[in-house]
Each structure stands twice: as structure tokens, then as C-alpha cells.
């Protein structure tokens, strides 16, 4: 059984709806969040967006899914319900098999997703830290601005050293010396000292690109983090929050 600590009891009063029969790490997703004592309903994959936005005893604080072609319905009807546009929805995919914009995600109100095979305790506390968030938090795309080195390396082109210009949970914004080409997967080395020690590692896909380049004589590339491990994924979050909670308002 997973421990919940003491940060989460607020979250434990938070509804957190699937839909559909949802696994992670090859286990149901429903079991490990009733075992971390997480109040969670279970629907039919079949129920459309009047069950889950009519139907609950209230309105969900997390909607998780299970991200596949017939879904961006689903994902569509919710944006367009007068309740559940303001649904925050997380999904569950492998990956690096995931071949759809993050724009298109994140337009549809999907703040964040969780490869399908994570150990579902990894899961589970990524879930606490949605909640813990709450409607007006990091939401898992909440950008932060932000300078420190980032090794980028591209295919078999040596690690050149970039900057970064913005970071959130699930990606960030770079400076390329290259024209890197949208879509194209890259490898990243960066450290957040003032949360953890260690290397952070990730790979990372292109999905915006600058047509021209910068005062500094570079192209920007915003990149969304296709792999990386969990605990990394924690100091990421941990970073952006840090830095929300020091910036000047």
C-alpha cells in the first residue's frame, strides 16, 4: 500500500474521475488510488462528457484518460460543455508513441501526461501533486522564465551547450544554434542545483520552432519531455514551483 503523506490530505478530499478502465505499469490505476486513500469513481469508457459533467456528485478536480485516436471526442465535447471546460484532464500513454501535438493537448485541457508504464505508486504521487496544485497551480504546463546551461545533443551531432529560457513540468524553451527541425527528438542534460544535486537526463521532442533568430544569433525551440524518469520529473516540478513561489509579482 502506498504511504500518503502528511502533504496530501488535502488532496485526498479531491474527486478524481476515469474514464474507462485505466492502467498503469500494468496495473489499474483505481486500485493504487483507493489504496493511497484518494476519493475515486471509476465510469464506463462508453459513458459520453453529460455523465461525467452531470452526473458526479460534483465536479471533478482531475480527469484521467487514457490517450488514444477516439478520445480527442471525448476531449472535444468536454471543451464545449458549459461545466467541463474546466475540467483539468491528465492522460496516460506510452510516450514515446504518442504522436500527437502537445498544442493540441494542451488546448483540450490536457495538463500533463503519464507514461503507461510508470510504477503506479510514481503515478499515484504524480496525481497528489496535480491535486495539491489545485485549480489555480502549476496545472503541469505552467511556464516559468528562467536561465541556466542545458547540453543538447542532436542524433550523432556532439552536445553543443544551450540555454534555457523558460521551464515547466513537462517541458521547456531552448536556444538552438541549429535549425532544428519540428518533430525531431533530442537529448537533454541539465542540473537544478538549488533542488537537487544530480544530472537531470531527458528526451525530448520539438514542437515550436522560431523562423528567425534571436538577439543572441539563435533559433528558440520549445521541446515537450517524452522520457524522462520520475524522480527527475519531480525535481522539474519542484524547480518551476520554487520559481513561482520566489518570482516578483
Do not use: Y
Amino acid at each position: 500500500m502506498l504511504d500518503v503523506t502528511a502533504s496530501g490530505a488535502d488532496a485526498r478530499k479531491r474527486l478524481v474521475v476515469l474514464h474507462g478502465d485505466v492502467t498503469v505499469g500494468g496495473t489499474a490505476l483505481m486500485t493504487s488510488l483507493r489504496e493511497a486513500g484518494l476519493e475515486a469513481i471509476e465510469l464506463p469508457e462508453r459513458d459520453g462528457i453529460d455523465r461525467i459533467s452531470d452526473s458526479l456528485p460534483g465536479p471533478p478536480d482531475l480527469l484521467v484518460v487514457t490517450l488514444h485516436g477516439e478520445r480527442f471526442g471525448l476531449l472535444r465535447d468536454l471543451r464545449s460543455n458549459a461545466r467541463g471546460w474546466k475540467f483539468p484532464v491528465l492522460g496516460i500513454a506510452r510516450l514515446g508513441e504518442l504522436d500527437t501535438d502537445v498544442g493540441l493537448l494542451r488546448a483540450h485541457g490536457v495538463v500533463g501526461v503519464i507514461d503507461a508504464r510508470t510504477r503506479p505508486e510514481a503515478a499515484v504521487a504524480r496525481i497528489l501533486r496535480q491535486l495539491q496544485l489545485g485549480p489555480c497551480g502549476l496545472q503541469g504546463s505552467e511556464r516559468v522564465s528562467c536561465t541556466f546551461p542545458v547540453g543538447v545533443t542532436v542524433g550523432r551531432i556532439r552536445r553543443r551547450r544551450e540555454f534555457s529560457l523558460n521551464l515547466s513540468a513537462t517541458g521547456m524553451r531552448i536556444t538552438s544554434g541549429l535549425p532544428i527541425e519540428l518533430n525531431a527528438r533530442i537529448a537533454l542534460r541539465f542540473r537544478l542545483p538549488m533542488v537537487a544535486r544530480r544530472a537531470i537526463e531527458a528526451e525530448a521532442r520539438v514542437v515550436h520552432r522560431t523562423t528567425h533568430r534571436n538577439t543572441w544569433g539563435r533559433w528558440e525551440i520549445g521541446v515537450f519531455f517524452f522520457a524522462i524518469e520520475e524522480p527527475d520529473r519531480e525535481i522539474v516540478g519542484q524547480e518551476v514551483i520554487r520559481l513561482l513561489t520566489h518570482s516578483p509579482h
